[in-house]
């Protein structure tokens, strides 16, 4: 097992024969902690997860095919040797491991932002947290929430093994993301990740990707292509709201099928129809969406 160093951290490159329910073959007990995650290349999946059953260690698993160029790889390096983690890579068949470690650290520092080719991303939420929101003027990170008395449940760090760091940050999502399904499972109270499931919307906030960079705002862990420390002030950064109440006439929602794909297309007609034509056509909520 080959192993690359990271300043005092490394990457530590497995062989095909380790998963992460296995020990840890690099350390002198056999544990990982907090001081360790995992990437690994998966043909048998179509984009990427953080979900690995039984689990040992945080495993971020990306389809060979759903990162072409490796910046979601050299992303995730780069976030965790920054937060002094040791990192398992594990790559797929006909791949050289050794060969992309040299070329992350070639370039380390240099790589365009995954997020550079996205307008905008999400932040999903729910009606009672908007109301909140607004009152702050800003989107607080779980842990600036529970330093001012609001209690937070994180759903995916003990089943994941996320690492404690994610709680300083608030998180964005691709417009076509799994928002809605964290929001759900924070309404359940347990990870859900049924498309089908019935499910209480709230509310979609949509941010300027570009504006977030130019501030010198946003990071990527990887996981999360784009995600800004401890607070996002709402102002100069939103550009959009959509609220469930939106659409009286849905009586029944599930989180992607429904909330996902007609957030979406509401937000499309922002984009492209002037606000005197959106309210003409669909009346539009007077306490709703900003204008750009």
Known sequence: MMKKKGGKHMVFMATMDWYPTDDNPFSEDGEYGDAWSCFIYDN??????????????????????ADK????????????LSYGRNVILKVCDGMDGQKLLEEFYAHRGKEKPVVADYKYMVHSTTLDAWKSIQKQGALLSPNMLKKIGVNVKEIGLKPMLEPKDYSDYVMLDLLDGCGEL???????????????????????????????????????????????????????????????????????WTPIRKAMLLYHSIHSYFVFVSLASIHKTIGRHPNGPISF
């Open 69 to 80: 160029n490796y910046r979601r790889l050299f992303v995730f390096l780069n976030y965790e």
């Open 182 to 252: 964290v929001v759900n499972s924070r309404n359940l109270g347990e990870i859900c990740t049924d498309p089908n499931i019935s499910y209480s919307p709230g509310v979609r906030l949509y941010f300027s990707v570009e504006k977030i960079l130019d501030a010198g705002l946003g990071i990527g862990d990887g996981v999360h292509l784009l995600k800004v420390k401890d607070c996002l002030p709402l102002e100069n950064f939103l550009v959009d709201v959509i609220s469930a109440d939106m659409f009286p006439n849905i009586d029944n």
């Open 44 to 65: 048998s999946i179509d984009d990427y997860s953080i979900n690995y059953p039984n689990t040992k260690v945080y495993t971020l698993r990306v389809s060979p095919d």
